[in-house]
């Protein structure tokens, strides 16, 4: 089996189902906390995919946004409600919405790329605390969803919603891993180690960023959507900056090495605050911060270097022995 397509393909599949499996034995609280670990760590994957080409979104609050409003009203006023239809729905108006800012954007590096994006985020959040019509800074109720047509029981929900999104997010973190070592992708790598070297080669270098932007925004509003439905509710807040840096926090936690490692490290994260947040209602933000200090002492690469290494050694004693 030498297809690296074929090897992520299968590696996908058989994480679906594992999850799948464990679901069915998961207390309702561990279901809910998953599904919230699984839709935000698919918006920090995109920060992760842009992180490969030397760029970071501190502004991927704005398609998180994107995607649950536009999910939630899809819901609430087109008379959709399979989850599915919604969940695509809000990845899709994310990446519409941020096609438009990717060429602008992607002529950006550093401090002035994060600082851009910020800005369209918290615009897009005073719009939506001044518009009535979105709810204001109440925000609105979304009603439970129906799968393939069939109504979701309020027993089962947890359960369904659980299911959807692992099964989603499971095949676009297939996608965005092919896509990572397709050729492109490996383009997108090399611009952040030199990206004059790559325009002499003949790449553009802010095309590829432009790709990956759009790409980020539709995984960032596939969580927002499943965000959305998992809470029942939507507010201005998803846009808002500290927001945006939760989804930073989880991408520096992983490193842009594994994308399991962003999904493990969003877990992780959910854990933590839920628990801080429980014992120490008042210094949760502390207890976090802490908590990113000490990963970043022991492991500047993120966790997806505990392996990694381990599979670049592993390989450097077979190419060795051969």
């Known amino acids: 089996m030498d297809n690296p397509i074929l090897k992520t393909a299968l590696a996908g599949g058989a994480a679906i189902v594992a999850l799948l499996a464990a679901g069915f034995v998961m207390p309702k609280w561990l279901l809910f906390l998953s599904t919230m670990a699984i839709s935000h760590g698919l918006v920090s994957m995109g920060i992760v995919l842009l992180m490969r080409s030397g760029v970071v979104s501190f502004g991927q609050g704005f398609v998180f946004a994107a995607g649950g409003y536009a999910a939630a009203l899809l819901a609430n006023h087109t008379g959709i409600t399979d989850a599915v239809v919604l969940v695509l729905g809000g990845g899709l108006a994310a990446a519409l919405l941020a096609a438009p800012f990717s060429p602008l954007l992607s002529r950006y590096r550093g401090i002035f790329f994060a600082m851009l994006t910020l800005a369209i985020s918290m615009v897009l959040y005073g719009i939506l605390v001044k518009s009535e019509a979105m709810g204001g800074s109440d925000g609105f109720n979304v009603s439970r969803p129906t799968l393939f047509g069939n109504e979701i029981s309020s027993e089962g929900a947890n ?15 297939t996608v965005a891993r092919v896509y990572s070592d397709s050729v492109r992708g490996m383009v997108s790598l ?3 180690e030199n990206e004059l070297r790559i325009e002499y080669l003949g790449a553009s270098v802010s095309g590829a960023i432009a790709v990956n932007f759009v790409f980020a925004a539709f995984l960032g509003g596939v969580g927002g959507a499943l965000t959305v439905l998992a809470l029942g509710h939507i507010e201005p807040n998803f846009s808002y900056w500290t927001t945006s840096g939760e ?21 992780v994260v959910e854990v933590v605050r839920s628990f801080s947040n429980l014992y120490f209602p008042n210094t949760w933000q502390l207890a976090m911060g802490l908590f990113l200090l000490v990963v970043i002492r022991f492991l500047p690469r993120g966790l997806g270097s505990l392996w990694i290494d381990r599979q670049v050694a592993r390989r450097a004693e077979q190419e060795a022995r051969a």
Do not use: D, E, K, Q
């Not at 989804?247 to 877990?267: C, N, Q, R, T, Y």
């Open 190 to 192: 090399a611009i952040r």
């Open 247 to 267: 989804f930073v926090f989880v991408a520096i936690l992983s490193g842009h090495h594994s994308m399991l490692a962003v999904f493990l490290a969003s877990f």
């Open 159 to 173: 359960l369904a919603l659980y299911s959807v999104a692992v099964v989603l997010v499971g095949l676009l973190a």
